[in-house]
Every structure is written in C-alpha cells, then in structure tokens.
C-alpha cells in the first residue's frame, strides 16, 4: 500500500506560488512608509513582518487547514512540537529590507518528525527561488540543482561587505580563495547548495525558522550543515540555537573549516 504523500504536486506548486508573491509585496512595501514602521522596537519588528506572517497563515490555512504554523512571528515559542507542522520566517534579512539591500528572502518550510522534508527560500530582488520538494530534490527557478562535489575552490560567504568576526581566522587558516558578500541566513545557507559560495561560518544564536528551510535544499545537494563546533543541528527543543552554524559544500571542507573554527574559539570540534 502506497503511503500518502506529505504534500501531493498542486499543494506543493501552490505553496511555492504563494511564497514568490509574497516576495513580490515585500518588494513593493518596501517604499510604504506604514509597513516600514516598528511595531516593537526593542525586538526589531516591523509593520512587514507581521503583514507577512498574516499572508502566509492565510494561504497556508486554506491550502493545509490540518497542518499547525510556527512563525517568527509568533509571541511565544514553545519547545513542544507537532508530528508535523509549517516553519515560517515571513522575512528573513529584515534589516536588508528595511535597508534598501537586496539580500532578504521570505522562506518557509515543512518539518516532519523533526526534519525539514519541503522548503522554499525566495529572493524576490535577486529574482531566485530555491525550492526543496518533498521527493528529496532541489531546485533553483525550476532547475535541478546538482550535487554539490569536492572542489579546491573555497568561497566564503557572509553579510558584510570585508569578511568579519570568525571568517577572519577561518579564510585565513584556510587559505580560501573568495568571499561573497549576502544577506539573510536562509539565502547565505543557499548560496552553498547552489555554487555561488563553498562555506558560511557563524557564531551567534540561530534560530529553526533561519535554518530550516535552506537545511532542506543543502541536504538535497548533499551539502553539510551542523552547528559551529560540529554537532548536529537538530529541529528539535528551543528554537534559539547557541551554538551557530557550519555549512559548507562536502564533508571534506566542512572537517577542515571546523578544525580551523575551533582553533580559533578554542571549542573542540566534534567531527
């Protein structure tokens, strides 16, 4: 007996459709000085924010009335998850937003007994749209995505402009040959699965709804993604996550960037 599937084809179509229009009016609110206003100053949330998460729980009630919603955007989290539940981080990359940069996504994604088993990562100004779907295949506008192979290129990416903070020991001890200045967590994690850049190291607290839906994408191209000291990342307990991020384009790179992180942090790497 055939098991149903989590999503069939027109559910999966829809939520993707549903995603890339909400990048279209993030686009376009961006010049509405209404959605550009703090709603909570101290948490950083905008008038967008919420608007965003009120598109999404709409569409994705009609279309999955049966399935929960986790949000950002939520006003509490508890640690208690559903069998099967949505992930949403209406903007990703509010700052860049806000800020007039192009490097903010709206993602989402399905997690299913604590794996992210479909996800969508959409950047509306840089017209890409990354779509993990529920067979175990990525894609980016529609094109399969390959799997991502060993390489002697190393390209780090990150959001500033020079490479800061723990890039600086790891590109060095490294030896790497690039870095590529990005935005939003889910659109960095992106870049990895798609070529653009080999490696993205982070530090700080992370949250599941950053992760999650590009955690689908990586997996699909065989790329690595673990917290910073090497253990893994799980979609599981609190949604802040202290330990950062390691993600890098196979499992070699990732052993050498994790040896040089905690050299640096004097953490001991759990490879």
């Given amino acids: 007996m055939t098991s149903k599937p989590l ?3 027109a559910v999966q179509a829809a939520v ?7 990048g279209a009016k993030l686009s376009v609110w961006r010049t509405d000085e209404k959605m550009r206003a703090y709603i909570n ?6 008038a967008a924010d919420y608007a965003a998460d009120a598109f999404l729980r709409e569409t994705l009630g009609k279309l ?3 399935i929960p919603i986790v949000s950002e955007e939520d006003a509490d989290h508890f640690s208690a998850r559903a069998p099967l539940y949505w992930l949403l981080d209406p903007i990703d990359g509010t700052a860049s937003w806000r ?11 399905l997690i299913a007994d604590g794996e992210p088993r479909f996800g969508v990562v959409r950047a509306p100004v840089l017209d890409k749209t990354f779509v993990a779907d529920t067979e175990g295949r ?4 529609g094109a399969r995505l390959p799997a991502r192979e060993p390489d002697e290129r190393i390209v780090v990416t990150d959001n500033t402009p020079e490479p800061h903070g723990i890039c600086v020991p790891v590109m060095r001890t490294l030896g ?10 889910g659109l960095k994690m992106c870049l990895v699965a798609d070529g653009t850049a080999d490696l993205f190291v982070k530090d700080v607290v992370v949250r599941d709804w950053d992760v999650a839906p590009a955690l689908a994408v990586l997996r699909s191209v065989g790329a690595l993604l673990t917290q910073a000291n090497g253990s893994p990342f799980l979609l599981a307990g609190a949604y802040d ?10 499992r070699a790179l990732w052993e050498r960037a994790g040896h040089a992180v905690a050299a640096a942090k004097g953490w001991r790497f759990q490879a």
Avoid: C, M, W
């Fill in 176 to 185: 790497t040959d690039g870095y590529h200045e990005s935005g939003s967590l």
């Fill in 7 to 9: 999503l069939d084809e």
């Fill in 138 to 141: 990525a894609f980016l506008n």
């Fill in 64 to 66: 999955t009335p049966d």
């Fill in 99 to 109: 800020g007039g940069f192009a490097g903010f996504v709206t993602q989402l994604a």
């Fill in 16 to 22: 993707i459709d549903t995603v890339v229009e909400l």
């Fill in 41 to 46: 100053r101290e948490q950083h949330k905008l």
């Fill in 241 to 250: 996550k202290p330990g950062g991020l390691l993600v890098a384009r196979d």
